[in-house]
T-cell receptor, first 115, second 109 residues
């Protein structure tokens, strides 16, 4: 069964450093998403991406965050200057269409720890 | 804004039924979902229900929707130890999912 792949599974970074979280969505999918889950809290929407541009973003997704689809297969989330409160599990998801029946396919997540 | 709430923990004996409850606020939600998260894994879609349905059954899973009360439940029949996980309900708002806090289901022998 096709999977969404995220790397690395765990990343530790110092406060103020830039991090790039990588995702390989399912190959024929067109819609891409990032969500995050701070430990013990809800899974929160960050951003959706379609046709090489952001479709929607949440209040969390401020100027420190950016997304990119650099080469047609990867989908990345960059945090420019990490803060302690960015520590969370980050989930990438993709879907073939706005197929609300099947929702999305999520990756296993990247646990980001900012120290 | 939209909000989805769940109880945090549920503990059941193996073989019993589990019922996980969820309430949501957005009456315009057309699809509601249940996701399962096992330790170290991603979010796996278990089932969904369309808002014009009251019930959906899928093998051991039964979803009940009370649209008037904005209440969604997931019943797992004959709960097994492999069902131990965190269960999230979620509603679709425009193109994004609004998740609940998740209910940790613990199954003991």
């Amino acid at each position: 069964e096709p999977e969404v792949t995220q790397t690395p599974s765990h990343q530790v970074t110092q406060m103020g450093q830039e991090v790039i979280l990588r995702c390989v969505p399912i190959s024929n999918h067109l819609y891409f998403y990032w969500y995050r889950q701070i430990l013990g809290q809800k899974v929160e929407f960050l951003v959706s991406f379609y046709n090489n541009e952001i479709s929607e973003k949440s209040e969390i997704f401020d100027d420190q965050f950016s997304v990119e689809r650099p080469d047609g297969s990867n989908f990345t989330l960059k945090i420019r200057s990490t803060k302690l409160e960015d520590s969370a599990m980050y989930f990438c998801a993709s879907s073939a269409s706005l197929d609300r029946v099947h929702g999305y396919t999520f990756g296993s997540g990247t646990r980001l720890t900012v120290v | 804004g939209e909000d989805v709430e769940q109880s945090l923990f549920l503990s059941v004996r193996e073989g019993d039924s589990s019922v996980i409850n969820c309430t949501y606020t957005d009456s315009s939600s057309t699809y509601l979902y249940w996701y399962k998260q096992e330790p170290g894994a991603g979010l796996q879609l278990l089932t969904y229900i369309f808002s014009n349905m009251d019930m959906k059954q899928d093998q051991r899973l039964t979803v009940l929707l009370n649209k008037k009360d904005k209440h969604l439940s997931l019943r797992i029949a004959d709960t097994q130890t492999g069902d131990s996980a965190i269960y999230f309900c979620a509603e679709m708002n425009t193109d994004k999912l609004i998740f609940g806090t998740g209910t940790r289901l613990q199954v003991f022998p």
